[in-house]
């Protein structure tokens, strides 16, 4: 009997336990899960490592004023509407979701091929300026944050790798007549995040 006892007071204990686990409120999931830029990192540096690099004085940053697109799209219209041999005007490509991988990175042939640039506009930015193009309309929305992670680890790698100083990270708007990248664009929160040389 005096057994029985303590296997019934066990048992509520554990009924009780059982019973506030039920009713508890669920557990706190994140909404969304953002690529890190220290997992996009090694992955920069084993893809863009492997190329030869010439000088570079600049970074410029565009947006692409579409709301979706990627390098192949506008590689075409650079080729057929502009009638640029060399085609895609960028050196590279940050997609948002809609046309290639939210935040993914794709290298462009100018800079596989370490040639000028055709997005500035302007002979010494096309020369020795490193184009990069977020895909999005900054006028109408922002970057998303996986292609803010992506933009930061790209920039970050170029300077390290092009000795490139943080007044020269540029973008379109500063020597041209333009909204480019749009002005929703956080700059700010680019070069806060950039290598000091
Ligand atoms: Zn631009």
């Known amino acids: 009997m005096h057994f029985r006892w303590k296997y019934c007071i066990s048992l509520s204990f554990l009924a009780i336990f059982y019973l506030c686990g ?3 409120p669920p557990a706190f999931k994140p909404i969304t899960t953002v690529k890190p830029p220290k997992k ?3 992955y920069i540096v084993s893809q863009l490592d492997r190329y030869f690099v010439r000088d570079w004085k600049y970074i ?3 947006h692409s004023a579409s709301p979706s697109g990627c390098a192949v799209e506008f590689d075409k219209y650079h080729r057929e509407k502009r009638g640029w041999e060399n085609g895609l005007g960028y050196h590279f ?3 948002n979701g809609h046309g290639s991988g939210d935040g993914e990175i794709e290298i462009g042939n100018r800079w596989i091929n370490q040639i000028d640039g055709a997005h500035a506009g302007v002979q010494e930015y096309n020369h020795y300026g490193i ?3 977020l895909v ?3 006028n109408e929305s922002y970057p998303t944050a996986a292609q803010m992670a992506s933009l930061s680890a790209l920039v970050g790698y170029l300077q390290d790798r092009c000795h490139i100083s943080s007044e020269n990270i540029i973008m379109h708007r500063h020597f041209r007549q333009t ?3 749009g002005r929703n664009f956080p700059y700010y929160k680019v070069l806060a995040k950039t290598v000091r040389w």
Do not use: K, L, S
Request: hydrophobic fraction near 40%; aromatic fraction near 10%.
């Open 60 to 62: 410029v940053i565009h």
């Open 136 to 138: 999005g309309n900054f």
């Open 93 to 95: 490509v940050i997609g």
């Open 22 to 24: 039920c009713y508890a």
């Open 40 to 42: 996009v990192e090694p």
């Open 131 to 133: 184009g990069i193009c």
């Open 179 to 181: 909204e480019c990248p």
